[in-house]
């Protein structure tokens, strides 16, 4: 309590961080707020759930946004080296979070998938807290094995043993999606810590391989890699979601049919509210709506690195490797959910970062952001001759 109180007697001014960052994010906050509401009109209206209730889905988004800025406040306020302190144990929560999912009668199963923990009023995703929580401890177990960077043994195969572990859990429920951008950060923050970049790259080639066999070895898998080859070859099967999602990107061409006026969100694409959501973007605006997501997406992930950059000059080295480890995981999920959308990749599951209608995701996203505006914060801090 007295470092929360002493965090609170110096909260930062408006010129204390980074306000790009900060507007960035509002802005694709307050873009996937009126797009949540529009892509989940007509699924508010057919599913029963709902009570028949058109605004139903913008509600709950907009608690799950006051939550989320409630968490990201409190997260905001505790040092870096606090967070250091507990990642392990962060880390080993989301473990079990993840192993409670997988529990007959806790975890709660939709769709064939087991990854929700229900809370009664919300059901709780714990992979999205885990991509959080793997930030913070492959951070601190970079820094901690330091010397040991060029060691297969030492250095890479502790961390291959904890997400291995953590990979099988992930499988299970299963969340192949989830596992693709944690091994990207854990893999990504590795490298930047000084991994060997020789055994990185022969790795990444075994990681490939891995990848490639989990997809031929499930059916389902597979199934989703041939429907995404070729979505028009069965259209109304495997390839449904896809050409529908095409179809909204064609029908979208410049500048869109306008705010409300997809088609596609009229129960004809899947999950058009979460997954898909770019989709119905690019029908109501157009290449010019799709165009200036991405620019945000990108200035969002090049001030995370420059902030990591700027941490390390300062001799910060795990507030830099956290700062471009939250860089890398919202980069790699947002880049895997487009181009799922476009048809560039099959489909994996992965919502949009800070636009997609969901609780655990905003909750994850916005703490993670607050501990990156800290980064910056203690930055600045220290620029100015104050300790952290």
Aim: charged share 15%; proline share 3%; aromatic share 14%.
């Amino acid at each position: 309590m007295k470092l929360f109180y002493q965090a609170l007697k110096r909260r930062p001014s408006m010129h204390g961080y980074d306000q790009s960052l900060v507007w960035s994010v509002l802005l694709l906050l307050a873009v996937g707020l009126v797009m949540v509401y529009s892509a989940s009109i007509a699924a508010a209206d057919v599913d029963r759930d709902t009570g028949f209730r058109s605004g139903y889905y913008l509600v709950r988004h907009s608690i799950f946004l006051v939550v989320a800025f409630s968490a990201a406040f409190i997260a905001f306020q505790i040092p870096i080296r606090v967070w250091q302190q507990y990642a392990p144990y962060l880390f080993l929560i989301g473990t079990a979070l993840l192993i409670m999912v997988l529990i007959p009668g806790v975890g709660r199963e939709v769709n064939g998938s087991k990854r929700w923990l229900s809370l009664f009023v919300i059901n709780l995703q714990p992979s999205e807290l885990m991509k959080f929580f793997v930030v913070l401890y492959a951070a601190d177990y970079t820094v901690r094995k330091a010397a040991y960077m060029h060691s297969l043994v030492k250095g890479f195969f502790p961390m291959f043993v904890v997400m291995l572990v953590t990979g099988v859990l992930l499988l299970a429920e299963p969340d192949f999606g989830a596992l693709t951008v944690i091994t990207a950060i854990a893999m990504g923050i590795l490298f930047l810590g000084g991994f060997d970049w020789r055994l990185f790259g022969g790795l990444m080639v075994a990681l490939l391989v891995g990848f490639v066999l989990f997809i031929v070895i499930e059916p389902y898998r597979m199934a989703r890699v041939v429907g995404f080859m070729d979505p028009w070859k069965d259209p109304y099967g495997k390839g449904y979601q896809l050409s529908h999602s095409l179809i909204a990107f064609g029908r979208g061409e410049w500048f869109g049919v306008g705010l409300g006026g997809s088609v596609e969100k009229l129960s004809y694409l899947p999950e058009a509210h979460t997954d898909f959501l770019m989709a119905i973007i690019a029908e109501e605006f157009g290449f010019v709506g799709v165009t200036l997501v991405v620019l945000l997406f990108a200035w969002l992930v090049f001030r995370a690195f420059a902030i990591g950059i700027q941490a390390a000059k300062l001799e910060r080295y795990y507030s830099a490797l956290v700062a471009q480890g939250i860089g890398i995981w919202l980069g790699v999920q947002s880049v895997i959910n487009i181009g799922v959308n476009v048809g560039l990749l099959p489909t994996k599951g992965l919502t949009l970062p800070l636009l997609s209608f969901g609780g655990s995701g905003i909750l994850a996203n916005l703490v993670a952001l607050a501990v990156l505006l800290r980064v910056d914060w203690e930055n600045r801090q220290m620029m100015r001759g104050y300790t952290v």
